[in-house]
Structures are given as C-alpha cells and as structure tokens.
C-alpha cells in the first residue's frame, strides 16, 4: 500500500540505500541525489532531509511550488524503476483510477492554460522552453502531428515526459489545453504523485 506524504518518502529512501541509484540511475554524490526537474538541478539530501536548488530559478520550486516538487521527487525516488515509459499517450482521467482521482480538489488547472495562452501560442512555447521543454521537432513549438495546435514536453523528473496540448480559440470553438501521460506511467505511480508531477508543470505555466 502507497504511504503518502514526505516523511514517509524520506524513511523509504533511506530504507532502499544504494538500490535508489541503481534503480532510477539518478547520481548519488557527496551525500546528495542530483535530480533534474524542468530543466534545473536539485540536490536531495536524506542524510538531513533537506532539498537545495542548484540553479537560481529554482527556488520557487522549493517554496511556492514545494509540496509539489518535494512530493513527486522524495516519491520516484521510491518508485522510479529507471525503465522507460511506453504506452499510448492518455489523459490522467485514462490512467487506471484515474477517473475518480482527477476531479473536485484534484482538478487540473487546464481552463486557467487555455485562458492564459489560448490567443497566444508562441507565449505558450516561450514559457515552456523556460522550463526546459521540448515538443514535436525536439525544441517545443506548433504541433507536427497529432490534433493539436502547439505541444511541449516538460520533465519534472528524470525520464518522466509529461505532453502539454494547446488548442488555440477561433470564431467556432474556445481555447482548450490537455496534458498527457504514458499509460505506463499509472504503473509506476500512484495517482497522487501523476497529480503532483501535472501540477508542478502547469501552476509555473501560468
């Protein structure tokens, strides 16, 4: 059974030891794991449970955004089996539970992106290649394929791609935005930690 919150997740990386690096692959160096969040460096430290930011923008992470960045990293350190994520591409509603999960109090902001960024794409890719995103041509930009009008791909963690679509409003239909998970991912994960993980890439979007 998935125990929730940081203190646990902390006891749990302690409690796996060297097995962390091996399964997820992530550097354990000087006491600290490096973890690569939306293209910056953290250091995770389980010896004293602290985080740092390696990178100046990074401290937002750590304070207006820190209990979902602390959940979904402290979490796949646990969880992370270092094997790619394969699977078709589905909303977290599709993920197994995820339809009962993502509503009321776990509601994606996705109205407040489409709101945001729906006249303005070029804004919206601007502000995830800040974030360290790619998209369709390996840069982030108008979709190449697929219904949507812009995508990018954020990581919030190593090896976690999480897709971002943007459907720009016309004279027919209004803005709309989805985000995109692996279907594999709901394997890996508890539904609380995808929910963190869509968080912390969409609350910093807008």
Known sequence: MHKT????AWEQIRGLGGEVSRMTGIA??????????????FFIRPG?????AADQGGGAFLSRFSYFFNHLALWWLVYSK????????????GLPGGGAFFRGSHTLPLEGLAG??????EGFIERAKALGATGPDGQGGKAKAG????????????GLPVHILLWL??????ARAEVLFSSSTGVILPLDVIWCAAMLCLLPML
């Not at 945001?116 to 794409?121: E, F, L, N, W």
């Not at 219904?147 to 190593?158: I, K, M, Q």
């Open 5 to 8: 919150g940081e203190k646990a």
């Open 147 to 158: 219904p949507a009008d812009y995508s990018a791909v954020l990581a919030p963690a190593p």
């Open 48 to 52: 004293d449970e602290t985080i740092e």
């Open 169 to 174: 409003r016309d004279e027919e239909f209004p």
């Open 82 to 93: 270092g094997i790619p994520l394969a699977g078709r591409l589905v909303r977290p509603e």
């Open 28 to 41: 354990f160096e000087a006491g600290a794991f490096k973890f690569r969040s939306l293209g910056m460096d």
């Open 116 to 121: 945001r960024y729906g006249s303005d794409g």
